[in-house]
């Protein structure tokens, strides 16, 4: 099999062990800790759009 790196990271498949996801028609891979940094990443900028949209709806309110 091959020995795939994570895109972000750099770590290789044999050093991190499993926990790989490989791209089907790129050979492109990411690790398990990357994906889940990336998730969160994801998640808390979808917060922060939301309550900047709160705050300017508040804002237009109360001109």
Request: a neutral charge; proline letters at 0%.
């Amino acid at each position: 099999m091959k020995n795939y790196r994570c895109c972000f990271c750099g770590r290789s498949r044999e050093k991190v062990g499993e926990g790989f996801v490989i791209s089907k028609y790129t050979d492109e891979a990411l690790c398990d800790s990357c994906i889940t940094d990336i998730v969160i990443l994801l998640h808390d900028e979808r917060k922060v759009a939301e309550k900047l949209k709160s705050i300017q709806s508040e804002d237009i309110i109360k001109s």
